[in-house]
Each structure stands twice: as structure tokens, then as C-alpha cells.
């Protein structure tokens, strides 16, 4: 069973930065893309990055390109999302996702899903 854990969320300043991570236990983490996605109340959920199996590509929105930066860590099983540059609006869940494939971007093409970590940015 394959299980996907967030940490990092919390409440921040706007302009500050969060750097989340996400563990992936009960399957081989290596071979997968991962991505990470966040959904705001009221909103559908939204894709914020993607990288590799072998983290040498990786994928952004355009709504957040320059203020966040995704990696990870395979032989540690974990992924990260640094964001800089914290605004109001960037409040909302997010969630750490693993895919079945090398390559990934879309939320279809991701098999497995975190609970999400909530993080809340004030002014």
C-alpha cells in the first residue's frame, strides 16, 4: 500500500518562504514521477510542479514559475516544494502525488495521493 506524507505547511508571513516534503513509503519511489498540487477553498485543485524519476526534468505553472522549485531525494524516498515569495492567495492545501510513469504533469496521470499539508499565508 503505498502511503504519501506532507510536512512543512503551516502558518507563514506573506513574502516569506516554505519549503514542504513529502515521504513515499510501499512502493519502489525511484522509478516514479511525483508532483505537487494545491487546491484553495472554493477552487478545483491546481497543478503546481513535476519532476522525474530521475529528477532530471522538471514542470511548473506559469502562475507560480520562479517562486517555487521542486527536487527530491530518491534514495531518501521524499520530494520537495520550496516557495518563495508567499502570498495571500498561495493559502490552501497542498498535496504531494507519485505517478506510475517516468513522466507526469497531468493530475490523471498520477496514481497516488497525500493528505495534503494545509499552508496559510497572512499579511
Known amino acids: 500500500q503505498v502511503q504519501l506524507e506532507e510536512f512543512g505547511g503551516g502558518l507563514v508571513q506573506a513574502g516569506g518562504s516554505l519549503r514542504l516534503s513529502c515521504v513515499s513509503s510501499g512502493r519502489a519511489f525511484n522509478t516514479d514521477a511525483m508532483g505537487w498540487f494545491r487546491q484553495a477553498p472554493g477552487k478545483e485543485r491546481e497543478f503546481i510542479a513535476a519532476?522525474?524519476?530521475?529528477?532530471?526534468?522538471?514542470y511548473y505553472t506559469e502562475t507560480m514559475k520562479g517562486r517555487v522549485t521542486i527536487s527530491r531525494d530518491n534514495p531518501r524516498n521524499t520530494v520537495y516544494l520550496q516557495i518563495d515569495g508567499l502570498k495571500p492567495e498561495d493559502t490552501a492545501v497542498y498535496s504531494c502525488?507519485?505517478?506510475?510513469?517516468?513522466?507526469?504533469?497531468?493530475?490523471?496521470?498520477?496514481?497516488?495521493w497525500g493528505r495534503g499539508t494545509q499552508v496559510t499565508i497572512s499579511t
Open positions: 502525488a507519485q505517478s506510475q510513469f517516468f513522466t507526469a504533469t497531468r493530475a490523471a496521470d498520477f496514481h497516488f
Open positions: 519532476i522525474t524519476w530521475r529528477g532530471d526534468s522538471t
